[in-house]
């Protein structure tokens, strides 16, 4: 059956995840609705990570299969655009081979996590505001504990389908640009809700209301209490997905015009 692999940017401010559930707006259920309008024929359509209400996506991979192949692939990417919200945009749709699978193929991925360390008029769907004053010396320091094999499960929800709450965090980065913190979690996959609980604990960490040899014992432990700490989904967004050996992008500000309110006083 002919084979796309898509490339998705989504706002997931208005859906309750991206993936498809009864009854629910979600992004996968609006990519359905508009590739099957584009194609005229049944579709089947997986993504590479189910990211929560409210969750944001730089790069979003999807495989999508139809009987039906009248389109190139540019015109394919701009036929379900035009069926589309304007809060999701496929970025493009180039052919993949007939057992491409965008979650079982993938090699890793990345999220970005923004917090602003000053109240944004124009950022705040896209930003968690701080209000407190964050120690980053000391946010860095408990980071140094997540890269390497964990067993997360403190830092995650329980999922009937999930297998192991083991999981390899490849990195763990911070980088500022102004008032903005940015957070790079990278790995092979993630749990339910793990990087906003690590966020969340993270910026406990910042306050001083968690030190960092006891965020590190949360890390080493695997077990613990830190659905409280939970970071809004607001700042979270699915920076990239890697398939085979490609190498995850630079880190920069998720929104245009992150930049600019980074460069203001």
Do not use: C
């Amino acid at each position: 059956m002919p084979t796309w692999k898509l490339r998705v940017e989504y706002e997931g401010t208005r859906y309750r995840g991206w993936q498809e559930q009864p009854g629910e707006r979600t992004v996968a259920g609006e990519l359905r609705r508009a590739a099957e309008d584009a194609l005229q024929a049944e579709v089947d359509l997986g993504g590479a990570g189910r990211t929560d209400a409210g969750v944001h996506a730089l790069a979003q991979f999807a495989h999508l299969r139809s009987k039906n192949k009248h389109r190139s692939p540019s015109g394919l990417a701009a036929a379900i655009n035009a069926g589309l919200p304007a809060d999701i945009h496929v970025l493009a749709a180039d052919p993949a081979p007939d057992r491409f699978h965008a979650r079982h193929d993938a090699t890793g991925r990345s999220y970005l996590y923004q917090v602003s360390r000053r109240r944004a008029a124009f950022l705040k769907p896209f930003v968690w505001w701080v209000r407190d004053p964050l120690d980053l010396a000391a946010m860095r320091a408990a980071a140094t504990a997540l890269p390497g094999m964990h067993d997360f499960a403190a830092f995650s929800e329980p999922d009937p389908g999930q297998k192991s709450t083991k999981v390899e965090l490849l990195e763990a980065r911070f980088e500022e640009h102004g008032d903005l913190l940015l957070l790079r979690l990278a790995a092979s996959h993630f749990l339910w809700k793990m990087v906003r609980r690590i966020t969340g604990a993270l910026v406990r960490v910042g306050t001083g209301e968690l030190r960092p040899a006891a965020f590190r014992a949360l890390v080493e432990s695997g077990s613990g209490t830190v659905a409280e700490w939970t970071a809004p989904p607001s700042g979270l967004f699915l920076e990239s997905v890697l398939y085979g050996s490609g190498k995850f992008p630079p880190m920069r500000p998720a929104i245009a015009g992150g930049e600019g309110f980074a460069d203001r006083p």
